[in-house]
């Protein structure tokens, strides 16, 4: 085998033990590496129905052909579980060295299984594992425990950690890496946290094998060289991701006041030239040529390190215009090691609680330094915190008083920076989303502005919500492999397969990874079947008050907008009829069998009632 | 005529303003703002009001513009 190592190191935490493991070719060429691997693993040998924080999960750390070749932007991890916060599938992409050091020490694939009895950390040298006491770093934010494993091990070793708030099994904590890092939003930090695991730590010295080292060797330097002037011309890393922001305030998609605004006029305060102007630093991942990793001070004087969804969910939907104070509120989810979009989305909520009379408190938008303390409660899970560290909507259904209403999520995961009132197809995006509301599976807002007609609802933003969840799951999420040199350079996708085939000796064409995102994209949608049995439709909707004209804008350029129940339901038709999935968003027996599923639909069909095949759109009724 | 055009992100790098006025003799349309401004050939969506404009969609005295790259986000 030529790409991958073909081989898994399953480590057993509870026994204080490890194995080699291998795959096979057809594995590996059916799931690729990355989401892939990690989605088939897990739905193999996970029981439907385990506790995502019990000893039974098991917490994968998984690359794939071409992680950690000298190719742009090629320095991703994928780290996967079942998710505490969403209760199916889940999994992160984070730039780390433990994307090269793992791959040097021999492994596509590593499987965390069981849970320590007391804190530890796991080191890998090559073939060689050993348990670790970690009672000194436990307690620790993510910047010191990095630190110290650095000094120990070195600044190129591969190394993952968490924070306080994975200690404490906060549903949204993450993992992280290289200090600015961060990755697995649904909570792959509180599983890590679960199992009394600190840190990982890898440190490798093998070559990785190659189909073809010496074409992949001159290729990557060409092509590094390459992107890299590429944005240098397009001066897209000036501004970064935070570029953002300026244009969905522009456009009314911007979350302000839990989403009940979508512009707001302070909102230039934490623009993109505001954030470019202030920073003091520039990081990013392994083999990165665009650097997107903006450090500014924060209020106390620490390096934050920012992007558009942090600024967007810790700014403007706090109603926080003060982007020292904004920057605070970042680092200290950082250090705690908890998600930035699902701190501020539950924030929100609970904001927004408290004003709708649902929930008692004192805490309002605007108010940063209460931010802040309850940033820290909720990541040591001290009053109130330890209710909003189960996230928003579970949060509402305790608070109860209707509120889950405005618990800006789909599937239990917080959305990403983008108010989706007026914007239909992105609200299908999110809602279809199999791991909950993430951006990273789709975003068509300027495809829809430019080439669609904005508040439509028209098969085509169905179709190209699939397109880009085909070409995300295969390519991007399963490679794994940063998106940034693609979407935002425009550098060519039939790259992508060129390097595969470079790596594997393979002959894939473009069609071929899409193929392979469409049985991703039905094995994630049949994991949240199989784990939520009685799942309907209603799952794949956006938040509710999108539908609500009482929560419609009620100036600027979308005032009175909504998203209308009964056309998302036809568009949510046409994507369901283009998947191949049954009216209730269950993938049928004929479409999982004609992408090789059929073990799978026999599975699945034992807890969940799967359709033979689809009835025709227009006689199915909703 | 005046035009207010505002450039997000690269486009307000490359060409060094966010935001300013443009005079035409007369109407343009959207893509002869777009070639004055110095767009020309680089994908871009440019809005009214937070909706699209085609290239031959023509402006009026004192609309503004926004311009943007097609970016993905975060």
Redesign the interface.
């Given at each position: 085998m030529k790409g991958w190592t073909g081989n898994i190191l399953r480590i057993d935490l509870t026994k204080k033990t490890h194995r080699k493991e291998q795959f096979t070719e057809e594995f590996a060429r059916k799931w690729i590496g990355g989401r892939g691997f990690a989605l088939k693993l897990l739905w193999d040998e996970l029981k439907p129905g385990i506790d995502p924080l019990g000893p039974e999960n098991k917490l994968l750390v998984v690359l794939g052909p071409i992680a950690g070749v000298p190719m742009p932007n090629s320095g991703k991890t994928i780290v996967a579980a079942k998710s505490p916060l969403t209760g199916t599938y889940a999994d992160g992409n984070i730039g780390s060295h433990i994307t090269i050091q793992l791959r040097k020490a021999g492994y596509d694939i590593m499987i965390l299984e069981g849970r320590s009895a007391k804190p530890e950390y796991v080191l890998v040298e090559d073939d060689k594992v050993t348990f670790h006491p970690a009672e000194d770093l436990w307690g620790k934010g993510t910047f010191d425990t990095q630190k110290v494993l650095e000094d120990k091990y070195g600044r190129t070793a591969g190394i993952l950690s968490i924070g306080q708030a994975g200690e404490n099994k906060v549903l949204f904590a993450v993992v992280r890496s290289m200090e600015g890092r961060a990755g697995g939003r649904p909570g792959i930090g509180a599983v890590m946290g679960s199992k009394n695991l600190k840190a990982i730590v890898v440190k490798g010295t093998k070559e990785i094998p190659m189909a073809d080292p010496k074409e992949m060797k001159a290729r990557g330097v060409g092509d590094l060289k390459k992107v890299g002037d590429m944005d240098k011309k397009?001066?897209?890393s000036?501004?970064g991701?935070n570029?953002?922001l300026?244009?969905c305030n522009?456009?009314?998609a911007l979350p302000v006041r839990n989403h009940r605004l979508s512009q707001h006029p302070e909102a230039w305060k934490l623009d993109?030239?505001r954030t470019s102007s202030a920073r003091v630093a520039t990081y990013g991942c392994p083999n990165c040529t665009m650097r997107?990793g903006i450090a500014i001070k924060d209020k106390e004087g620490h390096e934050s390190e920012i992007?558009?969804?942090?600024v967007g969910m810790l700014g403007p939907n706090l109603e926080i215009f003060d982007l020292k104070q904004m920057a605070s509120l970042n680092y200290m989810c950082d250090d705690f090691g908890m998600d930035t979009i699902s701190t501020g989305g539950t924030l929100s909520w609970y904001a927004d609680a408290i004003d709708q009379g649902a929930a008692v408190g004192d805490f309002k938008f605007g108010d940063a330094e209460a931010a802040k303390v309850l940033t820290r409660k909720i990541a040591l899970r001290e009053g109130v915190g330890d209710l909003l560290a189960d996230g928003s909507l579970k949060a509402s259904r305790k608070v109860g008083h209707h509120s889950e209403a405005y618990a800006i999520q789909c599937k239990g995961l917080e959305l990403?920076?983008?108010n989706c009132k007026y914007v239909p197809g992105q609200a299908l995006a999110f809602g279809t989303s199999a791991i909950g509301a993430h951006?990273k599976e789709a975003?068509i807002?300027?495809?829809e502005?430019?080439f669609s007609e904005?508040g439509g609802y028209g098969r085509d933003k169905a179709q190209k919500v699939v397109d880009l969840q085909r070409i995300r799951s295969s390519i991007f999420e399963s490679l794994p492999i940063c998106?940034f040199p693609w979407?935002?350079l425009?550098w060519d996708l039939k790259n992508y397969p060129e390097y595969y085939n470079i790596a594997t000796g393979a002959n894939w064409t473009l069609d071929d990874f899409l193929r392979t995102g469409d049985r991703i994209y039905a094995l994630l949608k049949a994991f949240w079947c199989r784990e939520h049995p009685d799942t309907d439709r209603t799952q794949d909707y956006p938040p509710r008050v999108y539908f609500d004209p009482r929560i419609a804008d009620k100036e600027g350029?979308?005032a009175g907008k909504h998203l209308e129940l009964d056309k998302y339901d036809e568009l949510l038709s046409h994507y369901y009829d283009i998947r191949g999935w049954d009216k209730r968003g269950v993938p049928t027996r004929k479409t999982m069998v004609s992408l090789g599923l059929e073990k799978e639909a026999d599975q699945l069909a034992k807890v969940c009632k799967v359709s033979e095949d689809c009835v025709p759109i227009g006689n199915r009724g909703v | 005529m005046k035009v207010r055009v505002?450039l997000?992100?690269?486009f307000?790098?490359?060409l060094g303003f966010?935001e300013k006025d443009l005079e035409f003799p007369s109407a343009p349309t959207a893509a002869e703002l777009t070639a004055r401004v110095g767009l020309k050939g680089l994908?871009h969506?440019i809005?009214r009001?937070?909706?699209?404009l085609a290239c031959e969609d023509r402006l009026k005295d004192k609309d503004r513009v926004?311009i943007?790259?097609?970016?993905?986000?975060?």
């Amino acid at each position: 085998m030529k790409g991958w190592t073909g081989n898994i190191l399953r480590i057993d935490l509870t026994k204080k033990t490890h194995r080699k493991e291998q795959f096979t070719e057809e594995f590996a060429r059916k799931w690729i590496g990355g989401r892939g691997f990690a989605l088939k693993l897990l739905w193999d040998e996970l029981k439907p129905g385990i506790d995502p924080l019990g000893p039974e999960n098991k917490l994968l750390v998984v690359l794939g052909p071409i992680a950690g070749v000298p190719m742009p932007n090629s320095g991703k991890t994928i780290v996967a579980a079942k998710s505490p916060l969403t209760g199916t599938y889940a999994d992160g992409n984070i730039g780390s060295h433990i994307t090269i050091q793992l791959r040097k020490a021999g492994y596509d694939i590593m499987i965390l299984e069981g849970r320590s009895a007391k804190p530890e950390y796991v080191l890998v040298e090559d073939d060689k594992v050993t348990f670790h006491p970690a009672e000194d770093l436990w307690g620790k934010g993510t910047f010191d425990t990095q630190k110290v494993l650095e000094d120990k091990y070195g600044r190129t070793a591969g190394i993952l950690s968490i924070g306080q708030a994975g200690e404490n099994k906060v549903l949204f904590a993450v993992v992280r890496s290289m200090e600015g890092r961060a990755g697995g939003r649904p909570g792959i930090g509180a599983v890590m946290g679960s199992k009394n695991l600190k840190a990982i730590v890898v440190k490798g010295t093998k070559e990785i094998p190659m189909a073809d080292p010496k074409e992949m060797k001159a290729r990557g330097v060409g092509d590094l060289k390459k992107v890299g002037d590429m944005d240098k011309k397009s001066k897209w890393s000036v501004q970064g991701t935070n570029a953002v922001l300026s244009w969905c305030n522009e456009m009314a998609a911007l979350p302000v006041r839990n989403h009940r605004l979508s512009q707001h006029p302070e909102a230039w305060k934490l623009d993109g030239q505001r954030t470019s102007s202030a920073r003091v630093a520039t990081y990013g991942c392994p083999n990165c040529t665009m650097r997107c990793g903006i450090a500014i001070k924060d209020k106390e004087g620490h390096e934050s390190e920012i992007d558009y969804e942090n600024v967007g969910m810790l700014g403007p939907n706090l109603e926080i215009f003060d982007l020292k104070q904004m920057a605070s509120l970042n680092y200290m989810c950082d250090d705690f090691g908890m998600d930035t979009i699902s701190t501020g989305g539950t924030l929100s909520w609970y904001a927004d609680a408290i004003d709708q009379g649902a929930a008692v408190g004192d805490f309002k938008f605007g108010d940063a330094e209460a931010a802040k303390v309850l940033t820290r409660k909720i990541a040591l899970r001290e009053g109130v915190g330890d209710l909003l560290a189960d996230g928003s909507l579970k949060a509402s259904r305790k608070v109860g008083h209707h509120s889950e209403a405005y618990a800006i999520q789909c599937k239990g995961l917080e959305l990403s920076a983008y108010n989706c009132k007026y914007v239909p197809g992105q609200a299908l995006a999110f809602g279809t989303s199999a791991i909950g509301a993430h951006h990273k599976e789709a975003w068509i807002i300027t495809y829809e502005l430019k080439f669609s007609e904005r508040g439509g609802y028209g098969r085509d933003k169905a179709q190209k919500v699939v397109d880009l969840q085909r070409i995300r799951s295969s390519i991007f999420e399963s490679l794994p492999i940063c998106r940034f040199p693609w979407i935002e350079l425009g550098w060519d996708l039939k790259n992508y397969p060129e390097y595969y085939n470079i790596a594997t000796g393979a002959n894939w064409t473009l069609d071929d990874f899409l193929r392979t995102g469409d049985r991703i994209y039905a094995l994630l949608k049949a994991f949240w079947c199989r784990e939520h049995p009685d799942t309907d439709r209603t799952q794949d909707y956006p938040p509710r008050v999108y539908f609500d004209p009482r929560i419609a804008d009620k100036e600027g350029i979308i005032a009175g907008k909504h998203l209308e129940l009964d056309k998302y339901d036809e568009l949510l038709s046409h994507y369901y009829d283009i998947r191949g999935w049954d009216k209730r968003g269950v993938p049928t027996r004929k479409t999982m069998v004609s992408l090789g599923l059929e073990k799978e639909a026999d599975q699945l069909a034992k807890v969940c009632k799967v359709s033979e095949d689809c009835v025709p759109i227009g006689n199915r009724g909703v | 005529m005046k035009v207010r055009v505002r450039l997000i992100g690269q486009f307000s790098e490359r060409l060094g303003f966010a935001e300013k006025d443009l005079e035409f003799p007369s109407a343009p349309t959207a893509a002869e703002l777009t070639a004055r401004v110095g767009l020309k050939g680089l994908e871009h969506v440019i809005t009214r009001e937070g909706l699209p404009l085609a290239c031959e969609d023509r402006l009026k005295d004192k609309d503004r513009v926004v311009i943007a790259p097609i970016f993905s986000g975060g």
